[in-house]
């Protein structure tokens, strides 16, 4: 009995003595080695660990009070800080660590980290070299990650707030460096990611980012676009015609998405993308200089995109579209709105398998123009074709033209106190070089008045092309005892406009035909 006693006596003091030494002796020494390491690789940054806590009985290791700090200082601060509380290293294979010198980990877990400061992010930089030795982890867990950075090139910030990242099957061969590459498999749950243009002039957010490697799904709860400026204040920073675009999205979700895949290709492949709301409202000032360059059609800018593009299909919900626009010499904006915005989007690819396969790319919409009558779109463009061409059907239900006085009074510079659209059809099929179709608008009561440019009043000049308005612009399609009047729909392309202006003008050009006596300007 003394002899086991003895024994056990004995294995306390040696266990006792192995933690003792372990506490007083080796992790000091670990720690200092860590510290000395670091920071004789590297003359930028400076390393400080407040604890290490090396389990006797299990292969694990925990770091306590992580300080990262860059050597350089602005206004006496280190320009970077980074900062982590807890970092534990779970299963490690001391075999292949002594005697391989490789690091094999079964868990890495980062508890609240966090990254604040200023950097240089260069555009072509080379990545830098991760490590000497072969590393794999299992499973790597940022939990609580914050970042507050600033590009010290630019006017760039970005902040992340609350974020969880986990990473599984790392692998880290010798001499490799630091790539999206290396990751093959993640997921992440951010509370808040705020983000501030170069040139500060939008801030971007996003609230409740989630994804899932396993579903290959994400997820957006908010994501939105205001610009920094106010309309005339924003346009007054650039010397050419800018739009300045506001955009809220809400509940967003991509379905069979690879963010991965994304990161190392930028690819864009996704079966489904469903936006619960968008609202969206744009401005112009046409006030200031146009910039005379040739844009291009919206088929050649998908067809452009350096990855691969291939979405099935995007369904909007719901949400408001409005654009503003304050044409040259007059007083006051005009403003158009499309309201219970829902669209469908499908098949948006640059798969070069379509060169030869035949398919098309469509929208499909439906909105209350000025909250008033009811507007259905479709829009179909075979995908490769050589001219780019597409067609647009559309049509709107009744409304009182009234409803779009802003516009016409301050963009159109007409004044129609009185007319009702009893509708309009219309159909054309455009391309690179023109647009042809027919339109069918019926109205009546049409009564015409020009607005004077310059002062917004009925002047000589106004009262000239009001009377000559009343002798050219019929005042209802059909005329009594007549038959229906169908206007021709024939534009050419303004290769320095988009295709809302390209679709905009085709209309207008069918409208002209539609209400003018001699089918002419």
Not at 149 to 169: C, M, N, P, R, T
Not at 301 to 326: C, Q, R, V, W
Not at 341 to 351: E, G, M, Q, S, V
Request: hydrophobic content about 40%; overall charge positive; proline content about 3%.
């Amino acid at each position: 009995m003394k002899i086991i006693l003895r024994v056990l006596i004995g294995i306390f003091v040696l266990v006792l003595v192995t933690i003792i030494v372990n506490a007083f002796v080796v992790e000091p020494w670990v720690q200092k080695k860590m510290e000395t390491a670091f920071n004789e690789t590297t003359a930028d940054y400076n390393l400080k660990i407040g604890r290490v806590h090396l389990s006797v009985f299990r292969p694990e290791v925990e770091i306590e009070d992580i300080v990262i700090q860059s050597i350089h200082e602005k206004n006496g601060v280190p320009s970077l800080t980074g900062m982590i509380t807890s970092v534990k290293i779970i299963g490690i294979n001391l075999r292949k660590a002594i005697f391989d010198k490789d690091i094999e980990v079964s868990e890495v877990n980062i508890s609240k980290s966090s990254i604040v400061g200023q950097i240089l992010f260069e555009k072509q930089t080379k990545a830098p070299k991760i490590s000497t030795l072969n590393i794999r982890i299992d499973r790597l867990i940022f939990d609580k990650l914050g970042v507050d950075i600033k590009d010290s090139s630019s006017l760039s910030e970005y902040v992340l707030k609350d974020a969880i990242f986990k990473a599984y099957d790392l692998h880290i061969e010798k001499r490799d460096t630091f790539t999206t590459k290396i990751i093959s498999k993640f997921d992440f749950d951010v509370e808040a990611f705020d983000g501030v243009s170069a040139d500060s002039m939008y801030t971007y957010k996003a609230i409740g980012l989630n994804y899932s490697g396993n579903k290959n799904v994400l997820s957006v709860s908010h994501f939105s676009i205001h610009p920094n400026y106010k309309d005339y204040e924003f346009t007054s920073l650039y010397q050419f015609q800018t739009d300045r675009i506001e955009a809220d999205l809400n509940a967003i979700n991509f379905y069979e998405f690879s963010v991965p895949d994304y990161l190392k290709t930028g690819s864009l492949i996704c079966s489904y993308i469903e936006i619960g709301k968008m609202d969206i409202n744009a401005f112009r000032d046409k006030r200031k200089p146009f910039k005379h360059i040739n844009k291009p059609a919206f088929q050649d800018m998908i067809y452009n995109y350096p990855g691969k593009i291939d979405i099935d299909s995007i369904a909007f919900l719901a949400g408001n579209i409005g654009y503003t626009e304050h044409a040259e010499k007059a007083s006051e904006p005009g403003n158009i709105q499309f309201n219970q915005f829902n669209a469908r989007l499908y098949k948006i690819t640059n798969d070069t398998i379509y060169k030869t396969k035949k398919a098309f790319m469509e929208l499909k919409t439906e909105a209350m123009l000025m909250g008033k009558s009811e507007i259905v779109i479709a829009l179909k463009s075979q995908i490769f074709n050589t001219s780019n061409t597409f067609t647009v059907d559309c049509s709107i239900s009744k409304m009182k033209i009234s409803d779009l006085r802003s516009m016409l009074e301050n963009n159109a510079r007409i004044n129609v106190p009185s007319g009702i659209i009893d509708g309009m059809k219309f159909n054309f099929t455009a391309n690179n070089t023109k647009a042809l179709g027919k339109m069918t608008f019926l109205y009546h009561g049409l009564d015409f008045t020009a607005k004077n440019k310059q002062t917004d009043k009925k002047g000589v000049k106004a009262w000239i092309l009001s009377l000559l308005g009343d002798k050219i612009i019929l005042d209802s399609n059909p005329l009594p005892g007549e038959q229906i009047r169908i206007g021709i729909i024939d534009q050419e392309r303004d290769p320095e406009r988009f295709l809302f202006n390209y679709c905009a003008k085709s209309i207008f050009s069918g409208i002209k035909q539609s209400v003018n006596k001699t089918s002419g300007k």
